[in-house]
């Protein structure tokens, strides 16, 4: 029978989509794969590759009552995930951090079973940070590791951060500078703190030039909230714009795209990476560990990005950074090139081999250990 490898993530896409494309990765060997994850994890779970689900118990939370809870619902995951571990027989478990994943984790390092963590952001998450000690192998999608000890730092080992499959198929295009032609931007940004994008992004495009705005064909994701302002933004400036909360069809978008305005969260830094897409950052201020402003470093020690500190951000300084990039169509081939230099196109299947490697490693101990 084919083994089987337990994929806990916690209920953010952050975390969802790059256990996805590890779960695609090992189905594809050949291997059964269970998603272990919260109920918000299932938001994001509609096309995950497992043939079965746990729902464990995770919280988190502030204070000496929410910290209880917190504390008596992660105790109830580990027992779940105890039982669910013995019945499947689990031959490795990766985490992808987040409190969900903590259950899992914990569980299997109790019971003796093979364990890896995958770390997507420049910073070691909290829920990482407590368990990278104790798990078999470290996995990190960026060069840098903050917030972890020297000792994990040490065995840490870039794989990058698995992307999915239509964002991985971009690595191959050449990038089209826009020359004479329409220039396309894509606004992107997730709901969290992505305010700032909604209101002032349309207000700076409007800004710039009535011959360069002429040229503009943008696509920007909005708060609901803002989207009616933005449309009229747009609309009043003559800009052609499609203005929505959410995009389902980013891979070609971004293949279309010229440039790309948008936060800095790992997920999208791996993917403008592997897209050679010319950005400009704007990290959101309020993310964990300021990680958000270290993911982007990626991208900007290459010039491949410009960034915009959030206290930074005004109408004049972002129509000022746009104009400065869009004016140089040399500068946009160049970023993209650098941005393609630091991409890590094959994270998943990197990341699939040092899983098989932690699995083969206790398997290859323990028939030590009984002759």
Partial sequence: MSRLCVVAAGGTGGHMFPAEALAREMAARGWRVVLATDHRGEHYAQAFPAEERLALDAATGSGPVALARAGLAIVRGVQQARSAFTRLDADVVVGFGGYPSAPALVAAILQGRPTLIHEQNAVLGRTNRILAPRVGAVASSFPTLERASAAVKARAQVVGAPVRADIRALYDRAYAPPADGPIRILVTGGSQGARILSETTPRALAALPEALRGRLKVQQQSRPETLETAQRIYRDAGIAAEVAPFFRDMASRLSEAHLVIGRAGASTCAELAVAAMPSILIPLK??????????????????????????????????????????????????????????????????????????????????????
């Fill in 286 to 371: 309020i993310a964990t560990d300021d990680h958000q402003r270290l993911n982007a470093r990626l991208l900007t020690d290459v010039q491949a990005a410009e960034v915009i500190l959030e206290d930074s951000v005004t109408v004049d300084s972002l129509t000022a950074a746009i104009a400065a990039v869009l004016a140089d169509p040399g500068r946009l081939v160049a970023m993209s090139a650098a941005a393609r230099a630091v991409a890590i196109p094959d994270a998943a299947q990197r990341l699939a081999d040092l899983t098989e490697a932690t699995a083969d490693k206790f398997a290859s101990l323990s028939q030590r250990e009984r002759a």
